[in-house]
């Protein structure tokens, strides 16, 4: 199974949620990508999936052209403020899903705060994305459907 996760800078949600899905079963093939792609991981982001042994350190942040010839069986985005728009796919997908978390990266404020809102959104990706795991893949891939 095939798994695409969209954000605008592939730095940071779209990372976190994409170290999840590959914890949860190595065979998946999980990519992230960005249409404003970044170039570089958020440091808290790495540092913050650090803290619950998952090491992100290795991705890449990409440009969603990278996979505009493939196939997928999903291609969800992750943006959610209201200011930000969401990227579009126009490659080949099977089944497009939106899941917007808060952009951690715009947090203002004392570093305690900012790190609490990397945390949070953290494990609000984490929890989101077990059930997009337990609900949508894994059932699938055990009857080998």
Request: net charge negative; proline share 1%.
């Amino acid at each position: 199974m095939k798994i695409l996760i969209l954000c605008t800078g592939n730095s940071c949600r779209s990372q976190m949620a994409e170290g999840f899905l590959q914890s949860y079963d190595s065979n998946l093939t999980v990519r992230s990508a960005g249409t404003e792609a970044s170039g570089t991981l958020n440091e808290k982001a790495v540092a913050v999936m650090k803290e619950v042994g998952i090491d992100i350190s290795h991705h890449t942040s990409d440009s969603v052209d990278l996979y505009l010839d493939q196939e997928w069986d999903y291609v969800i985005t992750v943006c959610g403020g209201a200011n930000e728009s969401c990227p579009t796919f126009t490659g080949s997908v099977k089944n497009r899903w939106h899941i917007g978390f808060d952009d951690p990266s715009h947090a203002t404020g004392t570093d305690e705060f900012i790190w609490s809102e990397f945390r949070r959104v953290r494990n609000e990706i984490r929890i989101t994305f077990e059930s997009f795991y337990n609900s949508q893949v894994k059932g699938i891939r055990q009857c080998g459907c």
